[in-house]
């Protein structure tokens, strides 16, 4: 079993920033990609940013130009967001892909409100 250990969640303030850190544990295989979703209000998962093992990032159009996602460390994504809005709020999943299964963290709550 794999688990996602989410952090870094929380209350900021319209235009500020925050940093999502995520760690993988478990019984990974072999990591295709790992990185962040968030819960729309249609209940669908819509792609934040996600880095592939081979280093190719790639954001979800709102978060393009304001949004880094990196890996500096075996089964771990950081993601750091600026210029954050209200309609940033959202919970936040951890993402891992591995070649056959796909695995959620638990979620972390973003709110941005002043």
């Known amino acids: 079993q794999v688990q996602l250990l989410e952090s870094g969640g929380g209350l900021v303030q319209p235009g500020g920033s925050l940093r999502l850190e995520c760690a993988a544990s478990g019984s990974i295989t072999k990591v295709y990609s790992m990185g962040w979703y968030r819960q729309t209000p249609e209940n669908q998962r819509e792609l934040v940013a996600t880095?592939?093992?081979?280093?190719?990032t790639y954001y979800g159009d709102s978060y393009k130009g304001r949004s880094t996602i990196s890996s500096s460390a075996k089964n771990t994504v950081s993601l750091q967001v600026n210029s954050l809005k209200p309609e940033d709020t959202a919970v936040y999943y951890c993402?891992?892909?591995?070649?056959?299964?796909?695995?959620w963290g638990q979620g972390t709550q973003v709110t941005v409100s002043s």
């Open positions: 993402h891992l892909r591995d070649y056959t299964t796909n695995y």
């Open positions: 880095i592939t093992s081979s280093g190719s």
